[in-house]
């Protein structure tokens, strides 16, 4: 059976939120009485990648594992704050800055995370906020997958089960094979930019919900121009035919259906669109 366009309307990536309206302006930051600070300054503040905050990296996981449970165990374990002068470069050149140039900050990582909250409209429910990644504690959890064992359990916890996901060969057809066209090589890289951890990159920036596009910038998984955003366009009847065509119809509306897929959908806007254009929030008190 052919599902409706409104429950085919599922994005790979946080980006395809920006398609419900009614959220305040980029322009216009949200104050909230604790955590993240969301503005575009270039104050100090301890600045996090919009992609890490809870309901946002729990709807990527949900439908990455659901496409495939190996590459969904390559999403982060933890989430860092995103070095200074990086964050500063990125306020100023939302759609990137030169990797070569920044890699440097990176490097100099702080020993120690400075437990940080986020937002109120960038957090879930309780029961789903401690699934999120929490701050690292040590340096080498900067960019450390979930590995299988921690992404079985997590889909168990969000309601996924085996029939729900994708065989290979349903998998291989929605993903394509190079040369993609313009549709699936969109999913291909913002599946990429999402789990660009240790062992699965050259340059492991999963923690910060950042990523190094072709052109050797860094930026962040849902800047300007970046797949990523890019994939809302699709949630307009590409991926509809993909999901028809490679037949995993069904199984999308059952995934749907079974886990907080659209508790999710519907608690990120507000949190996405007040940190555009940098997709960052920054914690400035």
Known sequence: MKLSSKALQVPLICAILLLLTSYPAASEPINSDSGIYVNNETGDCAA??????????????????????????????YRARIPQEVYKC????????????????????????ENTSWPIYCQTD?????????EYQQPDQINQPLGREKADQ????????????????????????????SDREIIFVCTNDLTNSKGNTD????????????QGDVRANCAPHAPCLDFNQLAKGPLEVIAIECGFADKLKRVVKATPFIEFVNETPECQHACEPTCIAC???
């Open 203 to 214: 340059i492991p920036l999963s923690s910060y919900g950042l990523a190094v596009n072709e």
């Open 48 to 77: 996090f990648g919009v992609p890490l905050s809870p309901p946002i990296y729990l709807l990527n996981f949900i439908l990455l594992y659901f496409t495939n449970p190996d590459i969904a165990a390559n999403m982060p374990a």
């Open 126 to 134: 309780p029961r789903w906020q401690a699934l999120a990644p929490p």
């Open 154 to 181: 997590l889909a168990k916890d969000l309601g996924i089960d085996q029939d729900m996901i994708l065989t290979p060969d349903e998998y291989k057809c929605m993903i394509g094979i190079a040369p993609r066209d």
């Open 90 to 113: 990125l306020v100023e050149n939302p759609e990137g800055c030169p990797y070569v140039d920044m890699a440097q900050y990176f490097g100099e990582q702080a020993l120690k995370s």
């Open 283 to 285: 914690n400035d008190g």
